[in-house]
């Protein structure tokens, strides 16, 4: 055989192997609840959702196991850690620090306080005003400036433990510290608006669910949903997406 005809012979004998997609497709065994017996195919009403047990003659739904294989599973990529989130894992306790977000308040302080500053002091050199508002914004001007350089150590810290979630803003900046019962939380989504994003928890209440937003101001979305897989994926919770999410 010359080495066209052994070309030409692995060509036909090639097996083609599935695509990963293939490797990926959910197989399960089906158990009796009873007697936890394997029960054989044969046995599965598909139509129905029923499946009988030849070793004790009982009868069981397997509605839930069959609605799960017909679920189309969604591709969920894992985010990694993005710059300025620290991140600590102790036993059951998870604890989050992310750099604050820039508030508006402080945004209008570093916008209009130099203005007002060099209007009074121009006032006070003229004569017009006296001293006293030239002094108070210059000294609001100095905190405001230092405030901005130590920006960085401004941390939002986020504990997750078996009880509770907290959100403790430290400098607090009249941030209220917020504590929510983790047995509450059903679900965490990421809403993004023109590049900023708010992280909201869904909350189980006797009412109702109720949508509470614990972060906002993040510039872009992987911080967002970053924090979001975190504390799912400690608390266990399944990600799915809700309709609020954008």
Known sequence: MDEKQQYEYKKKTKVTLPDDDFFKVPVRQVRCP??????????????????????????FSVKPIIEDLA???????????????????FQDELEISVKQPLLVGEIMAVAFIPIFTLMFTIAFITGKFDITPMVISWSLLAIAMINLALRRRHKI??????????????PRKFMKTRVIP????DQLYVATTSGISSIFIVVNGVEGQRHMKILSGLRGVSRARYLEQEIEKHLGIKN???PEER
């Open 34 to 59: 009873s007697c936890l017996s394997e029960i054989p195919v044969a046995d599965i009403n598909i139509q129905q959702k029923v499946a009988k047990c030849t070793s004790c003659n009982g009868l």
């Open 71 to 89: 679920e189309k599973p969604s591709i969920h990529q894992e985010v990694i850690r993005p710059e300025g989130i620290e991140i600590f894992k």
């Open 157 to 170: 810290h986020i504990n997750v433990d078996s009880r509770n979630l907290s959100i403790v803003w430290k």
């Open 182 to 185: 983790v047995g509450e939380i």
């Open 240 to 242: 799915r997406k809700v």
